[in-house]
């Protein structure tokens, strides 16, 4: 289909010139201008012209835990529109219960020839993993990025959110609430944000609420709803009126534990997630989270990847960034606050 040069240029915040020349291939167009109207002909569904076919300057392997999380394909979505941009395509390999392994997908991704390759929430993780397996990629000079979870002994660029500023953030709002026992419902211990998570939970309570022990303020568990469930149920039958859940998965599901107890969110009991995945602010209450940077760390990964496959290689070791607490409906009142 012939695309209209009216709709195109509304689409874009261009001229209909200006579009008449990208479509024809003209000079005197900027690359910003250039890519706007571009990217207006795919959002508006036109086939582009074939002397505009972008053809790849590489393949790049993006490994991912499974997608059922939003975080994962918000991390995707990121990645790929940057490598896009660069005239670089994604190749997304996604592991799944039973299916091919990160070392699997890593092997074919090596076997046909990809200019690099970004791990999202992969084994790099895992404390208890063996990590020369990125070292010896390294050692082959395939350029690689890692994002949350850093190993020390790794000689490659790592980003993370700031999972200890997480919990201090977490925290800090529920004690000016009025709350006092609050827990946590986090994933296994293994996991590198999930050490950083409880170590960063311990200080929070010790300083804030003068607690010493955490014990059993502590649910260990699965980054689902159905982990969530669980562990909230838990900790609300130990007293805890406040929830600060690892993922906004769990939090949906530590509210519907809470529900099932006959309590109210934020009523009875505050919850806060992690990571301000896509539609939690339409959940019922809206959810109050911490916000992955995830443009930030999508867009900086790419960056990254790109100066290594450029020869010009950055720091190997860890960037570290900010996450935010998004104040919604899901938190309240503790117990001092409404006894006043």
Same mark, same amino acid.
């Given at each position: ?102 070392? /699997? ?49 790794? /000689? ?74 669980? /562990? ?63 443009? /930030? ?44």
């Amino acid at each position: 289909m012939t695309p209209r040069l009216a709709d195109v240029a509304v689409k874009a915040g261009v001229s209909e010139a200006t579009v008449s020349r990208v479509l024809n291939d003209k000079a005197g167009v900027s690359p910003a201008t250039r890519q706007a109207v571009l990217a207006a002909l795919d959002i508006l569904g036109y086939e582009r012209p074939p002397r505009l076919q972008q053809r790849s300057a590489g393949l790049i392997g993006l490994i991912t835990p499974e997608l059922e999380n939003p975080i994962f394909p918000a991390f995707a979505q990121v990645i790929e529109q940057g490598l896009s941009m660069q005239g670089f395509t994604a190749v997304l390999c996604t592991q799944v219960p039973g299916g091919m392994t990160e070392d /699997a997908y890593t092997e074919i991704l090596v076997d046909r020839g990809v200019a690099g390759i970004v791990y999202v929430s992969g084994l790099h993780a895992d404390s208890t993993a063996d990590t020369e397996r990125y070292n010896r990629l390294a050692a082959r000079r395939l350029p690689i990025v890692l994002i949350n979870g850093y190993q020390p002994g790794v /000689a490659a660029p790592f980003l993370s959110t700031d999972d200890r500023a997480a919990i201090r953030q977490s925290v800090t709002h529920l004690v000016s609430l009025g709350h006092e026992r609050i827990g946590l419902a986090v994933g296994p211990r293994r996991f590198v944000p999930v050490l950083r998570k409880l170590e960063s939970f311990e200080q929070c309570l010790r300083s804030e609420l003068g607690v010493s022990d955490i014990s059993d303020l502590v649910e260990h568990t699965f980054f689902t709803v159905e982990g969530g469930r669980a /562990a909230a149920a838990a900790l609300v039958s130990r007293g805890c009126t406040a929830v600060i859940c690892g993922s906004d998965l769990m939090a949906l599901g530590a509210i519907r534990a809470i529900r099932d107890l006959g309590r109210s969110v934020p009523g009875d009991v505050s919850v806060i997630g992690f990571d301000d995945s896509p539609l939690v602010a339409f959940t019922d209450p809206p959810l109050t989270t911490v916000r992955q940077p995830v443009q /930030a760390m999508g867009t900086a990964a790419v960056q990254m990847l790109l100066d290594e496959i450029a020869g010009v290689p950055g720091p190997k070791s860890e960037f570290v960034f900010q996450p935010e607490l998004v104040v919604r409906g899901s938190t309240g009142s503790g117990p001092r606050l409404r006894a006043r």
